[in-house]
């Protein structure tokens, strides 16, 4: 996973540890993809310890390779078919973008029509929250809640 991200160039790189701890204790609420045994796609998710009819999703990479071909979707449907916690499947689905995150932003109003669901979107964490990189760059875009549901099955 981290290799994908690092190669994609567009998605936040976190450290390697990350995607080991993720993959290792949030493997019921991930999604693998995978083409001739290389890592095509992933959604690492979790569900919210106060929020246990909701999966967050915290990463969803899609290797250039797979860019056009539905894959995103996919995988998001195969993440809302995963049981949580008691057995049951989500009933809400969120995620956190930002505003200049388009394609991220189809993929989950997509989920939102596909699955007959609601979305509300709001303002979760405010750029001025995340520091400034050491090199002086750009500030950070604030990152918005989408909050879809409750789900129906996709269609």
């Keep these: 996973m981290f290799d994908l991200v690092r190669d994609t160039g567009s998605l936040d790189v976190n450290s390697p540890y990350a995607y ?22 992933f959604i690492v ?11 967050f999703v915290w990463q969803v990479g899609v ?21 949580g916690p008691q057995g049951r499947r989500p ?7 930002t505003p200049s995150n388009t394609a991220s932003e ?15 979107i709001s303002e979760l964490f ?12 750009d500030a950070h875009e604030p990152e918005r809640l989408f909050r879809i549901g409750p789900l129906a099955s996709a269609s």
């Design 126 to 137: 405010p750029g001025d929250w995340f520091p400034v990189s050491q090199g002086g760059g």
């Design 20 to 41: 080991l701890m993720m993959g290792h204790w949030f493997a019921d609420s991930s999604v693998v993809a995978e083409r001739d045994g290389d890592i095509v796609g």
């Design 63 to 83: 290797a250039p390779s797979e860019k056009g071909r539905g894959l995103g979707k996919k995988m998001i449907d195969a993440l809302l078919d995963l049981p």
């Design 91 to 97: 009933r809400y689905l969120e995620a956190t973008v």
């Design 106 to 120: 189809m993929l989950f109003r997509g989920t939102a029509k596909r699955h007959e669901a609601s979305i509300r």
């Design 45 to 55: 998710g979790f569900v919210p310890p106060r929020q246990p009819d909701t999966v």
